[in-house]
């Protein structure tokens, strides 16, 4: 690689650029090429603005209403023969076709959403208030081992490296806890939503919501493109269903409730969405409320939408 | 979802965080959970530490040798039956497994990277000098538009919505340009690499290096999983290959250079490289340097190396 096929030269710069800083003052061009926009990208694009709207809405109506908090959010727009399933949160989405389970979604944790995380309190320390540290230790790390080697993790990275301790690496981690655990700041563990404008660091006035982001991951899913059967049917709900079941269960357990209710009956498949609140909050024995396999029903809300996509098959 | 399974209760705070912020003063306890590290993540993280040095030190030795510049890299590191290939820059690995192209890196353009140069912008508005915003819009906006309507993506957006043009929308774009037009502040069309610490907007006092990142993206490829032949390999290669040649005519040339072969000839995987880098440089012809179906050769430096896997196959 040569330096001037990454770099433009002044001339290309030009060409490549009218009116960029630092070009003399030619006149500008009447003429500009413009990017196409696909319609896909309008939908996706009006979803995000919705969820950032949305947001905003919240935060003003949250002292006249005096509600405070926040929620997970799980949308799915149908236009033009698409499903668009925008998620920002823990709820999930999946569409069962032909037994098979497709994911429509994705979580957002401390984990799953680290570096970004870690980039917002590298270039802005000030969020962490003096309290936490924006690297990632194996551990906790205790006074006595300032000036040993530990291994580390920085917003750019994926692997694990060794640094030398410092004061600094005594705070506590802005992201600590594995798995389930996790938490930002050692309070939230689900790190995209809407609302918790309030939310703060116990006992202190460091404010959490500075790194939760109100941008839904949008997914696109081509209704067209296949041939649903009255068995397919795109699944929505919160992670009250998804703590104790998985999707292969959830799958299964729609794909053996449908058949045995009658075709006709039209609320065939808000049934099949109640078969698995119940499966999820199970029945009270003994020792609690207990799921299949003797395992804990969830103790969180579920809700559940069971979509039929039989209707978006093209009739043309 | 309720509110007490995404934020901790101040006793679970307690238990899943000892020494937290906001606390009370527990003595810590003696026994920590510690996070298990792959011996994976620590050879990718001294990788990425390394390119980081690297930069470093260039950073350092550039006044003493007087060298201004900067560059792609790509690094391979083979340890304990693993294949680590850390990118960097507009260079490619790619490995042909019997015949089969297996992509092994990724590029890094402005249109690959926006949004982390839009979020870096956003948090750091000083580095655009005034000159440019960190919003992209399909094309220069004028100024008699503004106050009207047009599409605009921001560092959190994945689709296009529209916003009323501002005075501040006037600027030049952070990012513009498409394919490999696209540049950086019009300046660079390769997000990531070594070196360029005084690259600058032309003349401006903005420099560029701020949003060029030194981290590698480090992939992973377990030689003991399968069992190479001979004419199974990782071609490393400059942007000077692949701006002419595709993935699949590489892989072509080779797999049909191989077995012309001796097999006993030790430099035959040095005359693979030798005949890509002819193949990418063509033959000078009345107009200019032309390779096959009359497609104009590379301008550019070209570099490859073939590397044979077979002598990773598990002998034990």
Redesign the interface.
């Known amino acids: 690689?040569?330096?001037n096929?990454?770099?433009?030269t002044?001339a290309a710069?030009l060409r490549?650029?009218?009116?960029?800083?630092?070009?003399p003052n030619t006149p500008?061009t009447r003429f500009?090429?413009?990017?196409?926009?696909q319609h896909?990208?309008?939908?996706?694009?009006?979803?995000?603005?919705a969820f950032k709207e949305m947001d905003l809405q919240i935060e003003r109506e949250r002292t006249v209403y005096n509600i405070s908090?926040?929620?997970?959010a799980l949308v799915v727009v149908y236009m033009l023969g698409k499903l668009y399933v925008a998620n920002a949160?823990?709820?999930r989405a999946i569409i069962i076709r032909n037994k098979e389970v497709i994911p429509m979604s994705s979580e957002f944790t401390p984990e799953t959403e680290r570096q970004r995380l870690q980039?917002?309190a590298f270039?802005?320390p000030h969020l962490l208030?003096n309290?936490?540290t924006h690297l990632e230790f194996?551990?906790?790390v205790?006074r006595k081992e300032v000036g040993k080697r530990m291994?580390y993790?920085d917003f750019?990275?994926?692997?694990?490296?060794y640094k030398s301790i410092e004061e600094d690496d005594l705070k506590?981690p802005l992201i600590?806890?594995?798995g389930k655990?996790a938490?930002v700041?050692?309070?939230?563990?689900?790190t995209r939503g809407l609302g918790d404008h309030d939310?703060k660091?116990?006992?202190?006035n460091?404010y959490i919501k500075p790194f939760l982001?109100s941008?839904p991951e949008?997914r696109v899913y081509n209704l067209l493109q296949y041939e649903h059967g009255p068995e397919d049917v795109l699944i929505l709900a919160?992670?009250?269903l998804w703590d104790v079941l998985l999707n292969e269960e959830v799958a299964e357990a729609v794909t053996n409730f449908l058949p045995n209710c009658d075709p006709d009956d039209p609320h065939r498949y808000t049934l099949a969405a109640q078969d698995l609140v119940m499966r999820a909050r199970g029945v009270l024995k003994d020792r609690g409320w207990r799921i299949s396999n003797d395992r804990l029903g969830s103790g969180?809300?579920i809700s559940v939408y069971v979509i039929p996509l039989i209707h978006g098959n093209n009739l043309s």
């Open positions: 690689m040569v330096a096929s990454r770099t433009l002044r710069s490549g650029g009218v009116g960029a800083p630092g070009s500008p500009f090429t413009e990017k196409k926009i896909e990208s309008l939908v996706t694009g009006a979803i995000e603005s908090g926040g929620c997970t949160g823990d709820s980039y917002l270039m802005q208030g309290e936490f194996p551990r906790r205790q291994l993790r750019n990275m994926t692997g694990w490296a506590f600590y806890g594995e655990k938490r700041m050692a309070t939230i563990g689900v939310l660091v116990h006992d202190s460091i982001s941008s949008v919160t992670d009250g969180d809300d």
